[in-house]
């Protein structure tokens, strides 16, 4: 396996972070907040806190480029879309099914950066993430009677947004100073958000102090720490290995929930567990690309 080990590193502090958000969902998140009123304080708290710590350091704000602007915006665009699409599948099919679903994105990535990124498709990749698949199916497996066909639409058009999200982020924004990055992501982000749920008429100033503490626990761990991780993580590794990697965020949601919650661990989730970790050691055997 020949990663690079500090972009591994990032990789796997991602997806701590954003495995962290079922647990919170477990302990009471955001109680009858909108997805998009929680997002956008999600995004916006995690914008202040890279505002505060370029001006602590003396960090630059202003990109060089201008033209960076219009591109983390279209990238900001397409997140967000993931992320809508992602949580309003939940409206209608169970989260275990759109969990498994989502997790196909590695498919389309394999295809997308074939494409755009000039990444060779092996045998090994296909069966890494073919066999991956089968080890979330395995891990989150919830009864699969409780479909419609727009929550599958809906989470879907959220891995595909998610497999261009990656791509387009390699390819086009990539190169921006990390945290300058993140911090124009989350602002674009909390920005349409805030439209999104305003123009709906579900925005609201959330008062309790529970759920005030869990929005500040998933900004940090989430945001703050898991999306500044992901995005250094893509411009480290290639857009694959990410994606595969990033598979990771059950197997962490699970010990997380063991150690916090102290939900038992089934032989079901140690067997996909296993057959997860071997689907990101076959895939990563395949044939590097000269460069």
Known sequence: MNLNL??????????????????????????????????????F?????????CLIK?????LDNKKD?????????????????????FEHISSSLG????????LFILILAYIFLKEPITKNKVMGVLLSIIGVAIVIYAPWNLMEIRGIIYVFIAAFASAIYMVYSKRCIAQIDTIQLTMYLSFFCALFYFIFSAGSGEFEIIKEPNIIMN?????????????????KAISLLKVGEVSILSLMEPIFTIILSFIILGTSL???????????????????KSPKQRT
């Not at 969990?99 to 590695?106: D, K, L, Q, S, T």
């Not at 089934?266 to 990563?284: F, K, M, N, P, R």
């Open 99 to 106: 969990e498994v679903i989502f997790h196909c994105y590695p």
């Open 266 to 284: 089934s032989v079901q989730q140690l067997v996909g567990t296993i057959i997860l970790l071997l689907a990101i050691v076959i895939y990563e």
């Open 69 to 89: 602007y219009l591109f983390i915006i279209i990238g900001a665009s397409i997140y967000s879309i993931q992320c809508v699409s992602f949580f309003s599948s």
């Open 215 to 231: 929005v500040l626990i998933l900004a940090i761990f989430s945001t703050v720490i898991g999306f500044f991780s992901f995005m």
């Open 6 to 43: 500090k972009g591994l590193a990032y990789i796997v502090i991602a997806t701590l972070g954003f495995s962290i958000i079922p647990i919170l969902a477990s302990l009471g998140l955001s109680s009858n907040l909108s997805s998009a009123t929680l997002l956008f304080y999600r995004f």
């Open 58 to 62: 003396g960090k630059k704000i202003l």
């Open 45 to 53: 708290i995690a914008f202040l806190f890279y505002l505060c710590f």
